[in-house]
Nanobody, 121 residues
Framework: QVQLVESGGGLVQGGGSLRLSCAAS????????MGWYRQVPGKQRELVAR???????VYTDSVKGRFTISRDNAKNTVYLQMNSLKAEDTAVYYC???????????????WGQGTQVTVSS
């Protein structure tokens, strides 16, 4: 079994900051890409940021310069530091990771349960 558990969401005023965390646990052999997605009602889930196992990052244009993704490979954890938050950042944020389980030949995609981020204007 593999689990992704998120924390750090909540309510914040516009211009404020939040830090999301996502810890992977279980019978993990290795973790490849990790990332954060977000979804608002009625819209498709969209990529916010991704980070490879060696630290290369990708961001969606709307968060560049405001959000920073990082990871601690020793803790199997990915973070999303969100600064200068805007009302349009309000969404459920989901952690995502490609994980190879012990004894498996291939990596599979896993999702966290989601954490609500609400930015008041």
């Amino acid at each position: 079994q593999v689990q992704l558990v998120e924390s750090g969401g909540g309510l914040v005023q516009g211009g404020g900051s939040l830090r999301l965390s996502c810890a992977a646990s279980g019978s993990i052999f290795s973790i490849n890409d990790m990332g954060w997605y977000r979804q608002v009602p009625g819209k498709q889930r969209e990529l916010v940021a991704r980070i490879t196992s060696n630290g290369n990052t990708v961001y969606t244009d709307s968060v560049k310069g405001r959000f920073t993704i990082s990871r601690d490979n020793a803790k199997n954890t990915v973070y999303l530091q969100m600064n200068s938050l805007k009302a349009e950042d309000t969404a459920v944020y989901y952690c995502n990771a490609f994980i190879r389980r012990i004894g498996a030949e291939l990596s599979l995609q896993y999702w966290g349960q989601g954490t609500q981020v609400t930015v008041s204007s």
